[in-house]
C-alpha cells in the first residue's frame, strides 16, 4: 500500500519558517494538499497542488505559506513562513489517487509556534 511519507514539523518562534516534506510516488496522484488540525479543532485545508501545478490556498496562510513540488525526489514541500501562534497545529499531507480516486494522508507532523 502506497504511504506518504511526511518530516520537518518542530518548534519555532514567531515570525520563523519551516518546510514539511511528503514523499511519495508522484505519478500515481491526481493532486496533493496540506491541512492541518489545531488542537481542539477539526482539521482544516491549508492548500493545495495539482498535477499541473496549480495552487491555491487558504486566507489564513495566504502570503506566508508556499506549496510545491519536485517531480524528480517525488516530494511535495510546504514552506512556512513569518509562523504565528495559530499556526500550531499537526500538519498532515493529502494525495489523491489518480486511478483509484482514493484518499492517501501522510502520518502527520505538529508544528509549535511558542515564544
Known amino acids: 500500500q502506497v504511504q506518504l511519507v511526511e518530516s520537518g514539523g518542530g518548534s519555532v518562534q514567531p515570525g520563523g519558517s519551516l518546510r514539511l516534506s511528503c514523499t511519495a510516488p508522484?505519478?500515481?496522484?491526481?493532486?496533493y494538499a496540506w491541512y492541518r488540525q489545531p488542537p481542539g479543532k477539526q482539521r482544516e485545508l491549508v492548500g493545495s497542488?495539482?498535477?499541473?501545478?496549480?495552487?491555491r490556498y487558504a486566507d489564513s496562510v495566504k502570503g506566508r505559506f508556499t506549496i510545491s513540488r519536485n517531480v524528480t525526489k517525488n516530494t511535495v514541500y510546504l514552506q512556512m513562513n513569518s509562523l504565528k501562534p495559530e499556526d500550531t497545529a499537526v500538519y498532515y499531507c493529502?494525495?489523491?489517487?489518480?486511478?483509484?480516486?482514493?484518499?492517501?494522508w501522510g502520518q502527520g507532523t505538529q508544528v509549535t509556534v511558542s515564544s
Open positions: 493529502y494525495a489523491k489517487g489518480r486511478i483509484d480516486f482514493a484518499d492517501y
Open positions: 508522484l505519478s500515481i496522484f491526481s493532486g
Open positions: 497542488v495539482t498535477s499541473g501545478g496549480f495552487t
